[in-house]
């Protein structure tokens, strides 16, 4: 039985894709089907819809606060307005902790992975992967080429030798071609990693040739472009195949960026000072409690735990801001 979680889940994904203005009939009429295979799709629906009125209602009533360009008097209206930015940001976070981390890319990917687990999949070319936590991908063996489309996340692939039949991973800007050789390929926000522990791959991007990655090298794609090949720290890159997370003077946005493949609360920055400060450390892959725990205990951040969402503030942040107890 699908648990109400993961109901509510798709129903959000439906919506999303829904208002998106990218919804063809086909999908018009596959969300009309969804909800209508069972009560609890068509209950699930029914909440969905109500959250997202009331985010519209918020935000609606944020917008009327909004001063104008007059000076006014500190009536109770003035003191309203005090509130206007609160509420609006309150409102941008509620939706943000609401919509999927991947939007409707689950409801299409063949492989999937839920935040927090890392799952081996057996491919029927007899390939081997390995998906770090909140990954999805698709797999389409086909003629004489087999292809691979990450649309997030992160794999370890241990592709099977055929020659007559090459192994292509396609993820954001990468192009990435091989015959049988073992990667790893980390799709970010703008930008796409490569680490090669055994054998050679060629990595390519619409706009540049391919160029060799051999054992021990790594290449990033940044911003859509490929970058020069450099040694592989194997240690820190793929420290999540042994359950670690390793970090040596990381900005704290790539570190949080790790974490979400492990919690399901969105993060949200809300400076860009703290988004730049450096972290080193050695942490559990399962526990990103203790890296949040060690973060706030030494670097000038306020985290501040909501429904969904965590914000990262500096110390000084904002009055209006709970505190959880913090100083």
């Known amino acids: 039985m699908i648990s109400r979680s993961t109901l509510l889940a798709q129903a959000r994904e439906w919506q999303v894709l829904l208002h998106s203005g990218r919804a063809t009939a086909a999908d018009r009429e596959a969300a009309a089907a969804w909800r209508q295979a069972a009560p609890e799709h068509e209950a699930a629906v029914r909440e969905v819809e ?29 003191r309203r307005l005090r509130w206007a930015v609160p509420l609006a940001t309150a409102a941008s976070l509620a939706l943000a902790a609401w919509l999927p981390q991947g939007l409707w890319v689950g409801l ?55 020659a007559g039949k090459p192994f292509f991973v396609e993820a954001g800007a990468a192009r990435i071609r091989v015959t049988g050789t073992r990667f790893d390929v980390n799709l970010g926000d703008d930008k796409v990693l490569l680490a090669v522990t055994h054998g050679q ?9 391919a160029v060799a990655v051999n ?17 592989l720290d194997a240690r820190q890159r793929l420290a999540w195949q042994r359950g670690k997370l390793v970090f ?34 050695v942490f559990a892959l ?11 205990h030494n670097l000038p951040v306020r985290l501040v735990r909501l429904p969904g969402v965590v914000l990262v503030t500096s110390r000084d942040a904002d009055p209006w801001l709970p505190t959880n107890g913090k100083k």
């Open 248 to 281: 040596r003077s990381r900005a704290l946005s790539d570190v949080f960026a790790e974490l979400q493949r492990s919690q399901r609360a969105r993060v949200v920055f809300l400076d860009q000072a703290t988004r730049d400060l450096r972290v080193t450390g």
């Open 215 to 231: 054992a021990e090298q790594q290449v990033q794609w940044l911003a859509g472009q490929r970058e020069a090949v450099q040694p």
């Open 286 to 296: 399962d526990d990103p409690q203790a890296v949040m725990a060690a973060i706030e």
């Open 50 to 78: 109500s959250l997202w009125a009331l985010l519209g209602q918020v935000g609606e009533r944020a917008a009327d606060l909004e001063p104008d360009s007059q000076v006014v008097p500190l009536t109770r209206r003035s």
């Open 108 to 162: 299409y990917a063949d492989i999937h992975t839920a935040p927090g687990e890392v799952r081996e999949v057996r491919l029927d070319d007899g390939s081997v992967l390995t998906l770090n936590g909140d990954t999805a991908l698709d797999w389409s063996p086909h003629g004489d080429r087999r292809e691979v489309r990450l649309y997030r996340g992160e794999a370890d692939f241990q592709v099977a030798p055929d």
């Open 201 to 209: 791959v060629q990595a390519a991007s619409a706009s540049q040739p």
